[in-house]
C-alpha cells in the first residue's frame, strides 16, 4: 500500500480541484446543476481515485484507479475547452489549467507505468 498524502500527482490533483471549485463559483447560476456540477465532480474524483487505489493490496488494483483518475482527468480537458467556448472561462485560465490537468497525467501515466512493470 501507498500512503496517497505524500504522492506528488494526489497533492497536485488535490490543488487543481480546489482551482476548479473556485472558478466555477463564477459561472453562470444556470450551470450550478450542469457543467459547473460536473467539471466539480470530475475535479474531485481525480484525487479521490488516486486516494482510493493506494488502499488497494495490489498494484494492479492500484493501477485500475489511477487509470480511473486519468479519464477524470480528459473528462476535466473536455469539460474546461466547453466552458471556454462558452465564455465562462479566458484563454489565459484555460491555458493554465489545461497545463495543469497535462503535467497530472504524465506523472500519473508514468507512476502506473512502474506499478504494472512490478
Known amino acids: ?7 506528488e500527482i494526489w497533492k497536485l490533483s488535490r490543488k487543481l480541484s480546489t ?13 450550478k446543476f450542469g457543467l459547473s456540477n460536473q467539471l466539480r465532480r470530475a475535479s474531485i474524483s481525480l484525487p479521490s481515485n488516486i486516494a482510493e487505489g493506494c488502499s488497494r493490496s495490489s498494484n494492479k488494483d492500484f493501477s485500475r484507479f489511477l487509470e480511473i483518475a486519468i479519464g477524470s482527468a480528459y473528462e476535466m480537458e473536455t469539460q474546461l ?15 493554465v489549467l489545461i497545463n495543469n490537468l497535462d503535467q497530472i497525467v504524465k506523472m500519473t501515466s508514468k507512476f502506473r507505468t512502474t506499478l504494472i512493470s512490478k
Open 1 to 7: 500500500m501507498h500512503r496517497f498524502k505524500d504522492l
Open 81 to 95: 475547452l466547453i466552458a471556454f467556448d462558452l465564455d465562462y472561462i479566458d484563454h489565459d485560465r484555460l491555458e
Open 19 to 31: 482551482e476548479i471549485y473556485s472558478i466555477t463559483a463564477n459561472f453562470p447560476d444556470n450551470e
